[in-house]
């Protein structure tokens, strides 16, 4: 079994920064594409970064040059940083992860929790 624990989460002011991390634990063996979601309400789930084991990133194009996914593979985990914080930013953010288990034999996505991230005007 895998868990997805996310922290970094809170209130911040437009124009302020915060960053969020995603820890994987469990029996895991391999990790492969980690991913940042975000839902604001009545609202798509959308996706907001994407980063490969080897570290290749892409980003949507609402925080491009905003925002940066990075990842440690020796930690199992992910982050997002988020700079030059807008209103619209306000989100459920979730960690999302594609796993291979101790004895699989395919890649299967998990997900965080969420963590609410709010940015006020």
């Known amino acids: 079994q895998v868990q997805l624990v996310e922290s970094g989460g809170g209130l911040v002011q437009a124009g302020g920064s915060l960053r969020l991390s995603c820890a994987a634990s469990?029996?895991?063996?391999?990790?492969?594409?980690m991913r940042w979601y975000r839902q604001a309400p009545g609202k798509q789930r959308e996706l907001v970064a994407f980063?490969?084991?080897?570290?290749?990133?892409n980003y949507a194009d609402s925080v491009k040059g905003r925002f940066t996914i990075s990842r440690d593979n020796a930690k199992n985990t992910v982050y997002l940083q988020m700079n030059s914080l807008k209103p619209e930013d306000t989100a459920v953010y979730y960690c999302?992860?594609?796993?291979?288990?101790?004895?699989?034999?395919?890649?299967?996505?998990?997900w965080g929790q969420g963590t609410q991230v709010t940015v006020s005007s």
């Open positions: 999302n992860a594609d796993v291979l288990v101790l004895g699989g034999s395919f890649y299967r996505g998990y």
């Open positions: 469990g029996s895991i063996f391999s990790i492969s594409a």
């Open positions: 980063i490969s084991r080897s570290g290749s990133t």
